[in-house]
Nanobody, 123 residues
Framework: QVQLVESGGGLVQAGGSLRLSCTAS????????MGWFRQTPGKEREVVAA????????FYADSAKGRFTISRDNAGNTVYLQMNSLRPEDTAVYYC????????????????WGQGTQVTVSS
């Protein structure tokens, strides 16, 4: 069992930065693929970024490339999403997720999910 808790969301002006954190419970964090997702009302949840357990593979959605950076600290059971050059269209609830399968994470069917943290970007 893995429990995930996100933090770091908030209100920021366009062009600003935020760093999201997701801390996992359990001793198997380092075995899991981790991902960040976002969702706005009326839309499907979309994958933002994903990272393999040893950072051997990293995926970014086109909307995140060049602006967002995903990283992980396996010793601290934490995955991060550094978001720079934020835009109003980045406004969403951001979730982290974990699964042993890369495919399940990038196709949005990961086993474990956090409760989400709100990110609001004002213009």
């Amino acid at each position: 069992q893995v429990q995930l808790v996100e933090s770091g969301g908030g209100l920021v002006q366009a062009g600003g930065s935020l760093r999201l954190s997701c801390t996992a419970s359990g001793r198997t964090f380092s075995s899991h693929v981790m991902g960040w997702f976002r969702q706005t009302p009326g839309k499907e949840r979309e994958v933002v970024a994903a990272i393999r357990r040893r950072e051997t593979s990293i995926f970014y959605a086109d909307s995140a490339k060049g602006r967002f950076t995903i990283s992980r600290d396996n010793a601290g059971n934490t995955v991060y999403l550094q978001m720079n050059s934020l835009r109003p269209e980045d406004t969403a609830v951001y979730y982290c997720a974990a699964d042993l399968s890369w495919t399940k994470v990038v196709t949005r069917v990961a086993e474990y999910w956090g409760q989400g943290t709100q990110v609001t970007v004002s213009s």
